[in-house]
């Protein structure tokens, strides 16, 4: 059995005083919440403000992005060692914007999930196909490049304890959500590369979350599925009990 995992991925959204009143209308709000991982991803400013906000609660803070260089002349860059001495617990690595607008590659996914993953950092790898690749036909051939090559030379241990997120880019921001067909065939996909890429324990520990478009309203039927173990969650994220809502969605005990 996988603890749902749910993130809240805010983008370049939030002061950190936004921040810290976010924390201060969502922590009660999830705080009878024991079964489910819960994690908010601010933007660099504001994770040490948040990491004191949520302290003595479930939720945890990622950071949306990171170097896989331990540290030097790289400006602007942030280190896993920096994100772990701030107590943050996750990162997000490789989302389809950095992969579309900052030009990542499955390699630099690959080196920073290395890099996290050595800091003690849960990596939270995202993969997804574009729509002129799902509508060639290339959505599986995409998927199974990006997992293959983003977690290339990890054991399996270590992928059973990290999180990957699909989210087809199609579906971000878009309103436009995959159906529960559409996501259940890909999840279950991903699953079995990681299988065959690692076995069954690595593909049965790694929580496949899905993001693209998740809102109140479509979380229960997503979550239901099997091979969904938690959501990416974007624009409905901004708003502490839109946020909570989803979380509720995401229990086991409502799926
Ligand atoms: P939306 O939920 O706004 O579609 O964004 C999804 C996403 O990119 C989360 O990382």
Redesign the pocket.
Known sequence: MRTPFVAA?W?MHKTVQEAIDYARNFVPLVASVSDVDIVLAPPFLALPALVEATEGSRVGVAAQNVSAEPNGAFTGEVSVGMLGAAGVTQV?IG???RRQLYGETDAGVNAKTRAAIDAGLTPIV?VGETLDEREADRTFDVLDRQVGEGLAGLTPEQVAALVV?Y?PVW?????RVATPDQADTVHRHIREQLTSQFGDAAASGCRVIY????KPANAMELMALADVDGA??????LDPASFAAIVTASRPSTT
């Open positions: 991925n983008k997000i989302h389809s914007e995202c997120a989210e579906a971000i921001g878009t309103g993001g693209g478009s998740v990416l969650v974007g624009g409905a994220s």
